[in-house]
């Protein structure tokens, strides 16, 4: 069974750009939640979809949105990048989502701000 | 807001000893996890735990729950080499998981 699928692997960006990242959960996983790690703030929760419905959301402005499409598949967006967007953004999937399952983490991509 | 600590949070110690890694939460929850993450790479589940009491193990690691006393323990026996990475616990709270800061872990020969 293939794992959570995210792409690119690597992204470099430059200040006032936006960017588009993308999850494929695990088949038959429904729910996909957003991670950003980072050496200072470790890992954060951004958001979670399930059903193509956001279900939850974390502390991050708006210019961090996302999507869910009705393969489940996501895509996350952050718009007008600053510097401290550069991080590692993980995507994990689950079947059902909160109900004593674990998420399972994609490789992440890794993107750096210049 | 639910916060979640862990100690210590850097650990060096020899092949064949044992420790603890500990996980304090905040607010009241019965579902927490370990994670697993090598430098470069993703998280890895290892275990889940979803009652007060619950104790899972797995080769040389076994992790425990006290939902009352809010702390999970990740008990580390006869550690080896291939053991050193990062640990994380990691609350679920609907959905929506929160971190620890995680435990870097390297076992020296």
């Known amino acids: 069974k293939a794992g959570v699928t995210q792409t690119p692997r690597y992204l470099i960006k430059t200040r006032g750009q936006q960017v588009t990242l993308s999850c494929s959960p695990i088949?038959?996983?429904?729910?996909v939640s957003w991670y950003q790690q980072t050496p200072g703030q470790g890992l954060q929760f951004l958001f979670e979809y399930f059903s193509e419905t956001q279900r939850n959301k974390g502390n991050f402005p708006g210019r961090f949105s996302g999507r869910q499409f009705s393969n489940s598949r996501s895509e996350m967006n952050v718009s007008t990048l600053e510097l401290g967007d550069s991080a590692l953004y993980l995507c994990a999937s689950s079947a059902l989502g909160g109900l004593n399952q674990p998420q399972h983490f994609g490789d992440g991509t890794r993107l750096s701000i210049l | 807001e639910l916060k979640v600590e862990q100690n210590p949070l850097f650990l060096s110690m020899q092949e064949g000893k044992n420790y603890t890694i500990y996980c304090n939460y905040s607010t009241t929850s019965d579902r927490l996890y370990w994670y697993r993450q090598d430098p470069g790479k993703s998280l890895e589940s290892l275990f889940v735990l979803l009652s007060n009491g619950a104790v899972k193990q797995e080769g040389r690691l076994m992790a425990s729950l006290d939902t009352k006393a809010r702390l999970s323990t990740l008990h580390i026996t006869a550690a080896v080499h291939d053991l050193s990475a990062t640990y994380f616990c990691a609350v679920d709270s609907g959905s929506r998981l929160t971190f620890g800061e995680g435990t870097q872990l390297t076992v020296n020969p």
């Open positions: 088949s038959g996983h429904r729910s």
